[in-house]
């Protein structure tokens, strides 16, 4: 009954970037470099993420009927994920409008769009799609009343991943269908509020406390930290030489999510979680650094591959 090892459900942006000199101020206008357009959007950078590795994954989400909408469609087909789930209408494809200037630094406007208007009811309406699959993945770009509809309507046998980013206030029944949270430092604190404790054992016992089943704080290029209620675990990254750390939460928490739908248990599917992270830092971009099977032997030190618990 359950074909698919993964469902995302969340959202799509097409990303416009322009390099600038300097970022310009309020009434000012300044000339860039040509336009570049990638894919993105943590749901879409999920679904690829998890396609590429190998995964049957699919996308539930919104997009427009524009050229955006069919670039992000294009980039999950090529990764190979399902894409019956991505609805088009409503409004214009989700952007993010970009600016960098020469040392890096960003100013970001964005326009959720279409990803506004992936309502309850369409969730209601995948009912079957949900169903097909052993893990559901979900971030907080769609509206918060679509997450809480899906939690809400969950099949028994099918276990949620959320990652709370951009971090909001969760209702206590979110919560306690996720299983498990996915954190960074500055989403657990943000979900603590001023329950202010020293570290990432501590935060990840204070949010169970709120109700998720089990919680994983990721640590940037110190791994991660797995906390299932018998104890913290924490899971070492390999060590990289770090380009571009976009998009490697989405990367680390879409293998995760591919690991636990292919019958791991947690602290397994994080050490490999850790790998594709890891990879997915090595190279520029989002989508585009995103691993398959053979990046993780090229791009790392010797590890486990899916599957394999042996400690990386
Ligand atoms: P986010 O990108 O959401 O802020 P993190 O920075 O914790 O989250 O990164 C997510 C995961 O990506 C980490 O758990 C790790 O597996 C991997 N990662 C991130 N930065 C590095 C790095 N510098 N070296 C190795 N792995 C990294």
Sequence with gaps: MHELELLVVGSANAD????????????????GSDLVVHP??????????????????????????????????????????????VLVGGAPTG??????DP????????????????????????????ARSRVVSTQLEIPLET????????????????????????????????????????EARFILGGDARSGPEEWARALRELGPRSVVVTLGADGALVDSGAGAVRVASPRVAAVDTTGAGDAFTAALAWRLGSGDDLVTATRFAVRVGAAAVTEEGA??????????VTRLPAGPGPGEGADG
């Excluded at 416009?16 to 000339?31: C, K, M, Q, S, Y």
């Excluded at 952007?95 to 960098?100: E, P, R, S």
């Excluded at 890096?104 to 309406?125: E, H, K, M």
């Excluded at 989508?287 to 993780?296: H, Y």
């Design 147 to 186: 997450v809480a509809e899906l939690a809400r309507t969950l099949p028994s046998g099918t276990r949620l991943v959320l990652n709370p980013s951009p971090p909001a206030p969760l209702p206590a029944d979110v919560l306690a269908a996720c299983d498990p949270l996915v954190v960074n430092e500055h």
């Design 287 to 296: 989508q585009r650094s995103f691993p398959t099977a053979e990046d993780l």
């Design 103 to 130: 040392s890096g630094d960003n100013s970001i406007v964005v326009s959720p769009g279409a990803n506004a208007r992936l309502t309850p009811g369409d969730v209601r309406a995948a009912a079957p799609l949900v």
């Design 40 to 85: 993105g959007g943590k749901g879409a950078n999920q679904a690829v993420a998890a396609a590429r590795l190998g995964a049957r994954a699919a996308l539930l989400a919104r997009v427009g009927d524009d050229a955006h909408g069919a670039l992000l469609r294009e980039s999950l087909r090529a990764a190979g994920a399902d894409t019956t789930g």
């Design 16 to 31: 416009l970037v322009v390099g600038v000199d300097r970022r310009p101020g309020a009434g000012e206008t300044v000339l």
């Design 95 to 100: 952007v993010a409008l970009i600016t960098v």
